[in-house]
Nanobody
Framework: QVQLVESGGGLVQPGGSLRLSCAAS????????MGWYRQAPGKQRELVAR???????NYADSVKGRFTISRDNAKNTVYLQMNSLKAEDTAVYYC?????????WGQGTQVTVSS
């Protein structure tokens, strides 16, 4: 069982920044592929960014150059630095952990970009 707890969401103006954090339980965090997904009202959940155990990253085209995913294995934590935020980034952001036997999700954190 892996528990994921997200934090760092909130309300920000267009052009602003936020950093999301996701703390994971368990002793094998370093081998997990960790990801951030988001779901806007009326839309399907979509991948935002993912980081493999070796540090390889991939991003949705819509966030490339603005968002950065990183991980700190010593703290069992993955981060999503979001810069130059746009109204269309408004969504609930979910942390995801992929392990050999399945995947786990956090409860989600709301990000609202509005003036």
């Amino acid at each position: 069982q892996v528990q994921l707890v997200e934090s760092g969401g909130g309300l920000v103006q267009p052009g602003g920044s936020l950093r999301l954090s996701c703390a994971a339980s368990g002793s094998f965090f370093s081998i997990y592929t960790m990801g951030w997904y988001r779901q806007a009202p009326g839309k399907q959940r979509e991948l935002v960014a993912r980081i493999a155990s070796g540090g390889t990253t991939n991003y949705a085209d819509s966030v490339k150059g603005r968002f950065t995913i990183s991980r700190d294995n010593a703290k069992n934590t993955v981060y999503l630095q979001m810069n130059s935020l746009k109204a269309e980034d408004t969504a609930v952001y979910y942390c995801n952990a992929q392990i050999p036997v399945g995947q786990y999700w956090g409860q989600g954190t709301q990000v609202t970009v509005s003036s």
